[in-house]
Nanobody, 118 residues
Framework: DVQLQASGGGLVQAGGSLRLTCTASGFTTHDAIIGWFRQAPGKEREGVACISNTDGRTYYVDSVKGRFTISSDNAENTEYLQMNSLKPEDTAVYYC???????????WGQGTLVTVSS
C-alpha cells in the first residue's frame, strides 16, 4: 500500500524555522520526484519545491528561494523541507507528493498546517 506521511507543521513566529518531513512507504523513493505544494486559505494550490532523486536536481518557487531547502534521505525513504526565515505569507497547508518512475500521476500525502505569525 503506497502511502506518504507528512509531518512537522506548526505555529512559528515570523523569522523562525520549521522542518517538514515526508516519509514514504510501500515504494522506494530513490527514483522518484518528491515535492511539496501548499495551499493558503482562499488561494490556489502552489508548487513550492521538489527534488529529483535520480539526479538530485531541485526546483523552488521564486518566493521561497534562499529560504527553503529540500533534501532526501533515500535510505530512510524520507524527504525534508527545511524552511527558514518564515514569513506570514508562508502560512498554508503543505502537502507532499511523490511522482514515481514511469507513473503519470503522483501519490499525495495528507497536509500539514504551517502557521507563521507576524
Amino acid at each position: 500500500d503506497v502511502q506518504l506521511q507528512a509531518s512537522g507543521g506548526g505555529l512559528v513566529q515570523a523569522g523562525g524555522s520549521l522542518r517538514l518531513t515526508c516519509t514514504a512507504s510501500g515504494f522506494t523513493t530513490h527514483d522518484a520526484i518528491i515535492g511539496w505544494f501548499r495551499q493558503a486559505p482562499g488561494k490556489e494550490r502552489e508548487g513550492v519545491a521538489c527534488i529529483s532523486n535520480t539526479d538530485g536536481r531541485t526546483y523552488y518557487v521564486d518566493s521561497v528561494k534562499g529560504r527553503f531547502t529540500i533534501s532526501s534521505d533515500n535510505a530512510e525513504n524520507t524527504e525534508y523541507l527545511q524552511m527558514n526565515s518564515l514569513k506570514p505569507e508562508d502560512t498554508a497547508v503543505y502537502y507532499c507528493y511523490a511522482l514515481r518512475w514511469g507513473r503519470s500521476t503522483p501519490n499525495w500525502g495528507q497536509g500539514t498546517l504551517v502557521t507563521v505569525s507576524s
